[in-house]
C-alpha cells in the first residue's frame, strides 16, 4: 500500500524559507512525477510544482522565483522548498504522486498546516 | 494558464437526492485530461473522476463524470451521507496544473 508521509515545521517566520519532506512507502519514488498542492484556510487548491524522477521540474509561474523540488531516492522522498515567504504563503501543504496525462493526484500526503507569523 | 470556473458554489440537498456539478474551461482541454476531487474537512483530496469520465479506483457508480471541450459535469444519482463534502475540478493536460474553486454540496 502506497503512503505519503509529510514533515516539517508548523510555523515559519515572515521572510524565512519553509521546507517540507514528502516520505514515500511502498512505490520507488524512482516512477512518476511528485507534486505539491496548498491550500489556504476556507479556499480552494493551488498546485505547486512538480519534480520528476530524472529531477526536471515544472513549477507554477505564481511561485517560481520562490520555489525549488528536489528528491532523493537512496531515502525514497522529494522535497519543497519555498523562500521569502509572508502571511499570504500560510496554508496547508499536501505531496501527491502525480500521474502526468495518466489520471491527476490519486494518492496524498496527509497535510502539513504551514502558519507564517513572527 | 486554463481557468475553471465551478458552479454552483454550494448546493443544498437532501439524501437521496441528484446532484449535478459544472466546470468550465476557459480553453479547450486536450483529450479531456480533467480530474473530479471530493475533499472533506481536514482531509486530503481524493481522486474520484478522471480523464473526464473514469472513475478511480474504490469509487462508487454513483459518481460519473461527463463533457468534452470546455464543459464538464461530475453526478452523483443518489446522494448518500457520506457524499456531502466539497468538489474540485482539476485540468492536468496544461502547464500549470489548475483547479476549479469549488463546490460544496451541503444538506438541505
Known amino acids: 500500500q502506497v503512503q505519503l508521509l509529510q514533515s516539517g515545521p508548523g510555523l515559519v517566520k515572515p521572510s524565512e524559507t519553509l521546507s517540507l519532506t514528502c516520505n514515500v512507502s511502498?512505490?520507488?519514488?524512482?516512477?512518476?512525477?511528485w507534486s505539491w498542492i496548498r491550500q489556504p484556510a476556507g479556499k480552494g487548491l493551488e498546485w505547486i510544482g512538480r519534480?520528476?524522477?530524472?529531477?526536471?521540474?515544472n513549477y507554477n509561474p505564481s511561485l517560481k522565483s520562490r520555489v525549488s523540488l528536489s528528491l532523493d531516492t537512496s531515502k525514497n522522498q522529494f522535497s519543497l522548498r519555498l523562500t521569502s515567504v509572508t502571511a499570504a504563503d500560510t496554508a496547508v501543504y499536501y505531496c501527491?504522486?502525480?500521474?502526468?496525462?495518466?489520471?491527476?493526484?490519486?494518492?496524498w500526503g496527509q497535510g502539513t498546516m504551514v502558519t507564517v507569523s513572527s | 494558464e486554463i481557468v475553471l470556473t465551478q458552479s454552483p458554489g454550494t448546493l443544498s440537498l437532501s439524501p437521496g437526492e441528484r446532484a449535478t456539478l459544472s466546470c468550465r474551461a476557459s480553453?479547450?482541454?486536450?483529450?479531456?485530461?480533467l480530474a473530479w476531487y471530493q475533499q472533506k474537512p481536514g482531509q486530503a483530496p481524493r481522486l474520484l473522476i478522471y480523464?473526464?469520465?473514469n472513475r478511480a479506483t474504490g469509487i462508487p457508480d454513483r459518481f460519473s463524470g461527463s463533457g468534452s471541450g470546455t464543459d464538464f459535469t461530475l453526478t452523483i444519482s443518489r446522494l448518500d451521507p457520506e457524499d456531502f463534502a466539497g468538489y474540485y475540478c482539476?485540468?492536468?493536460?496544461?502547464?500549470?496544473?489548475?483547479f476549479g474553486g469549488g463546490t460544496k454540496v451541503e444538506i438541505k
Open positions: 501527491a504522486i502525480d500521474h502526468g496525462l495518466l489520471r491527476g493526484f490519486d494518492i
Open positions: 511502498g512505490r520507488s519514488i524512482s516512477s512518476y512525477y
Open positions: 519534480i520528476y524522477t530524472s529531477g526536471s521540474t
Open positions: 480553453q479547450i482541454l486536450t483529450s479531456n485530461y
Open positions: 480523464g473526464a469520465s
Open positions: 482539476q485540468q492536468y493536460g496544461s502547464l500549470p496544473l489548475t
